[in-house]
């Protein structure tokens, strides 16, 4: 038997093919960062795009009525006297 030591023989196989193995392509974490990134920059871009998107055509947004109250505090702050006092 020209086995090494007590491992089975799928493993020596295993050892081989180890040694012929040369890293080709990307780096797989250089290739999830791109990923990432890309998937980033399109949202970014995307939301970019839509808020412009939205600033022409959406209309003006409505301001609150302002209460009476707050107009009466406003006047005598001002120093004018409110109407009926």
């Known amino acids: 038997m020209d086995y090494e030591g007590d491992s089975p023989p799928s493993f020596h196989r ?5 040694k012929d193995v ?3 392509g990307f780096n797989p ?3 999830v960062l791109i990923l990432a990134g890309g998937l980033l920059l399109v949202f970014l871009v995307g939301n970019y795009l839509l808020y412009m998107y939205a600033q022409k055509t959406l209309p003006p947004k409505k301001k609150k009525p302002v209460s009476k109250k707050k107009l009466k505090r406003e006047r005598l702050k001002q ?3 409110a109407p009926g006092e």
């Open 14 to 18: 295993m050892k081989d093919m180890a």
């Open 22 to 24: 040369e890293v080709k």
């Open 29 to 31: 974490g250089l290739m």
């Open 79 to 81: 120093g004018v006297s």
